[in-house]
């Protein structure tokens, strides 16, 4: 490892947010030789899986990065570390980030024990940035003891987070039967929580009928190994008031403890590896394939009509099995 990615690591392990914010550029770039400085950089930190990692999704406009903020700075008050990695959508053209959730919790941003990590997707299928698994490892290096992981909430993105969290929240407004019908079973059958926000003022009596509802249909849902009675659950909560905020990390503490103490945690982790390493291995099989010579080539072929789809990933595999 280099001189300057030595010093990086132990500015992280020693828990400058400064080091961190530069460790997952690292990360996230496409450049050659960064991605060599950060796999190496990954490699020298610390291993440890002590941070509890929540995900959490819900619709554009639903209140997440309120709810985030309110949650976050009760968790921070209470001398907790928070990390947030809020993976935003990602321009076609550029890649950018188009929107900016840094800039819409700036008082988690200001507190001391908060980090927030806002990064564009880089249209990655779902909205998932690329490398939020090794944001997550750099996070838990640098001590953080809560790890939030953000969805752009489009209805891909769920699965992929769902499988590199502890815990994961669904995050909804107060809606009518035509909202409800609108939800996926899919989706409800990922959260652990489902959590109905803005219920508040003139929405209040509405949130809690909506709460009836989803907690109806979670019941009529085949229960799972991994949760003790009463989860997964339904509860409203107001992140404008702040009224749930406290109970749901109540419930979040109690699922978490049940898991522990019946080796499911254990399970939940290993599992985790497993899907990263096929993802990553998918992903760079992929991006192998993409560099070889005759790529270009077959892309205009099969573009013209002379080849088709799978003569031309035929003749890719065949040109990848070439001994260099």
Excluded at 203 to 218: E, F, H, S, V, W
Excluded at 250 to 257: A, S, V
Aim: hydrophobic share 45%.
């Amino acid at each position: 490892m280099s001189a300057s990615s030595d010093i990086i690591c132990d500015e992280i392990a020693a828990g400058s947010r400064r080091a961190l914010a530069r460790a997952i550029t690292l990360v996230e770039s496409t450049r050659a030789d960064h991605q060599a400085q950060a796999e190496a950089l990954l490699k020298a930190l610390p291993h440890t899986d002590k941070a509890l990692r929540i995900g959490l999704t819900g619709t554009p406009g639903v209140g997440k990065s309120t709810f985030i903020e309110a949650f976050g700075l009760m968790l921070a008050d209470q001398g907790l570390k928070v990390a947030v990695l809020a993976v935003d959508p990602s321009s076609a053209r550029s890649g950018g980030s188009i929107l900016g959730d840094k800039t819409r919790m700036e008082r988690l941003a200001r507190h001391p024990n908060a980090f927030i990590r806002p990064s564009p997707s880089q249209t990655t299928l779902g909205g998932v940035a690329r490398r939020t698994w090794e944001a997550i490892r750099l996070c838990e290096a640098a001590g953080f003891d809560i790890i939030l992981v953000e969805t752009v909430g489009v209805g891909q993105s769920e699965t992929m987070v769902a499988e590199m969290t502890d815990l994961f929240v669904l995050l909804l407004a107060p809606a009518g039967g035509d909202e409800l019908q609108g939800v996926k079973r899919g989706i409800m059958e990922l959260a652990d929580l489902i959590l109905i926000n803005k219920a508040d003022g003139d929405l209040k009596a509405q949130a809690i009928r909506t709460c009836a509802d989803y907690a109806g249909a979670l019941r009529l849902l085949r229960r799972r190994a991994r949760d003790p009675d009463g989860f997964p659950k339904a509860m409203p909560v107001s992140a404008l008031t702040g009224e749930g905020i406290e109970a749901t990390w109540q419930d979040i503490e109690d699922l978490m403890t049940w898991r522990r103490q019946n080796g499911l945690l254990a399970s939940r982790r290993e599992a985790q590896l497993h899907n990263m390493m096929e993802q990553h291995l998918e992903s760079e099989l992929v991006e192998r394939i993409r560099n070889l010579p005759g790529w270009p080539t077959l892309k205009d072929r099969t573009a013209s009509g002379e080849l088709t789809v799978e003569e031309a990933v035929e003749q890719l595999f065949k040109e990848a099995a070439k001994p260099l």
